[in-house]
Nanobody, 129 residues
Framework: QVQLVESGGGLVQAGGSLRLSCAASGRTFSTYAMGWFRQAPGKEREFVVAISQNGASTDYVPSVKGRFTISRDNTKNTIFLQMNGLKPEDTAVYRC??????????????????????WGQGTQVTVSS
């Protein structure tokens, strides 16, 4: 069982930055592929970014490419989402997710919510115009 706890959300003006963190419990964090998803009011959950178990592979939804950067520190059981150049349309609850991967799948990425086993509760990001 893995518990995920997000932090770092808040209210920021357009053009500003936030850094989200997702801390995981357990000793097997390095065997999990991770992702960030977001959901705005009245909208469906949206994939934002994924990072592979070994951190070597990442992929972003086009709307955040060049503005958001995901990273992971397996020694601290934490992933980070650096968000720069925030826009009002980035306003949403951001949730991190984790899924165990098979040995040898170090560079695999997962994009669908159904591919993830564990989810955090989320952190609110609000960008004012």
């Amino acid at each position: 069982q893995v518990q995920l706890v997000e932090s770092g959300g808040g209210l920021v003006q357009a053009g500003g930055s936030l850094r989200l963190s997702c801390a995981a419990s357990g000793r097997t964090f390095s065997t999990y592929a991770m992702g960030w998803f977001r959901q705005a009011p009245g909208k469906e959950r949206e994939f934002v970014v994924a990072i592979s178990q070994n951190g070597a592979s990442t992929d972003y939804v086009p709307s955040v490419k060049g503005r958001f950067t995901i990273s992971r520190d397996n020694t601290k059981n934490t992933i980070f989402l650096q968000m720069n150049g925030l826009k009002p349309e980035d306003t949403a609850v951001y949730r991190c997710a984790a899924t165990p991967v098979l040995p040898g799948s170090g560079g695999t990425l997962y994009f669908r919510p159904s591919a993830y086993t564990y989810w955090g509760q989320g952190t609110q990001v609000t960008v004012s115009s």
